[in-house]
């Protein structure tokens, strides 16, 4: 009964926020998905091709995966467009190969990538876009090693991967913007590193992990993250620059995860956490949070294995989490609904806290800012804050 409820209200929410409207990138270059492309040279395009124009693939493309690429796209501006073939690799499994080099700002769309050790690899670009692609079964589907490159990714597919989006360790800067792309059965959907992503509208499902946030930011607009292994990880790190500069979830729905966190790293460490209406349902763990600043504001957290726990980042220099915490919903869950660990100090304002089996909310250092709203707990109401019953 509580795995079919939780599917239900996925299904509803995610049929909700998938017809919300798009948004415009930030930054992104808006190479037209539309635009016709035809086979401008007329040739039949074969393994280890330089794209220098607007080029449309008539046939599927067997590449053994020896070769430095399966073809290289080095035309400014240019459209090279699959066709709704697949470039695949034929040869053994190589880690190293690489499927669609990119070397310079242009659109690659309608197709499938399957196979490589690396699908999609930008070498030298300032703006990319994919389009209707589908990355299947790569070591990595997405790979930067470019300086700095904003990548815009529409309406795609990534499966079987071992990483979907993935970057050169200390190498490679940019931004990555997600709109209604579906990541699923990849062991890790997206690494940030020191990126910058922007989810919209998008739906992770199946995957190992949806997320790590290891430098960069991340945030998830009307975007669906069910049945998962793990939602997500953040690890501090400690004097490096590697740390989660923010982790934000707008209008989404996390639900029916096996965990929000791994049992490796089952807090999360960010410098700063913010999640806006948002429904996280019917998962296996609570969330547990560790930051600098919060602002949970909105949210419904119902019948997970835990609730929210907030707590200071465990720096070299403590610094004592703040912000607010305000017209949330926690309901039914396992342990504490909200557990404020000292010498936390977030605003506490106008939360309810009905049915959890521990303390409705636990929060001795938090201050209060009135009208919480605590009943039928199992451990008791609240304590820290002065909460009333209705």
């Not at 990541?183 to 992770?204: M, P, W, Y």
């Not at 989404?252 to 807090?267: E, F, G, K, Y």
Request: glycine share 12%; hydrophobic share 40%; aromatic share 6%.
């Amino acid at each position: 009964m509580r795995q079919a409820r939780g599917f239900i209200i996925a299904g509803a929410m995610a049929a909700l926020l998938t017809g919300m409207p798009d948004a415009q990138a930030r930054g992104t270059v808006e190479l037209d998905a539309k635009d016709k492309v035809a086979n401008t040279g007329g040739y039949d395009v074969r393994c280890g091709d330089v794209i220098t124009e607007h080029t449309m693939l008539t046939h599927d493309l067997a590449c053994p995966g020896t070769a430095p690429f399966a073809l290289k796209v080095a035309g400014e501006g240019i459209v090279l467009d699959l066709g709704g073939y697949r470039v695949y690799r034929t040869g053994p499994e190589n880690a190293d190969s690489e499927g669609i080099v990119i070397e310079a700002s242009s659109m690659v769309r309608n197709g499938t990538i399957q196979g490589f050790g690396l699908g999609y690899v930008v070498n030298h670009a300032t703006n990319v876009r994919l389009h209707e692609l589908a990355l299947l079964d790569n070591r990595i589907g997405v790979y930067n090693r470019s300086s700095y490159v904003r990548f815009l990714i529409t309406s795609s597919r990534f499966s079987g991967n071992g990483d979907g989006v993935n970057r050169e360790f200390d190498a490679s800067n940019g931004e990555f913007d997600i709109r209604s792309t579906v990541f699923s059965h990849n062991e890790r959907a997206i690494l940030t590193g020191s990126h910058n992503v922007d989810v919209l509208d998008s739906t992770f499902t199946s995957n190992g992990l949806a997320i790590s946030c290891f430098g960069g930011r991340v945030r998830f607009r009307s975007s669906t993250l069910v049945e998962n292994t793990a939602v997500g990880t953040m690890l501090l790190d400690f004097g490096g620059p590697n740390t989660c500069a923010e982790m934000r979830f707008e209008n989404s729905l996390i639900a029916n995860n096996i965990a929000l966190a791994p049992p490796t790293a089952p807090v999360w460490e960010t410098t700063r956490l913010a999640m806006i209406n948002s429904w996280v349902v019917d998962n296996g763990s609570g969330l547990d949070a560790s930051a600098n600043t919060v602002y949970i504001d909105g949210n419904t957290l119902w019948d997970n294995g835990g609730g929210l726990t907030l707590s200071d980042l465990p720096e070299a220099v403590p610094t004592s989490l703040t912000g607010i915490v305000r017209n949330n919903r926690f309901l039914r869950n396992a342990g504490d609904g909200l557990r404020v660990l000292p010498p936390s100090t977030p605003t506490v304002i106008s939360n309810v806290a009905l049915g959890n089996t521990g303390w409705g909310i636990h929060a001795p250092t938090a201050y209060d800012g009135g009208g919480n709203v605590a009943r039928d707990n199992g451990a008791g109401d609240c304590v820290g804050i002065i909460c009333a019953p209705y």
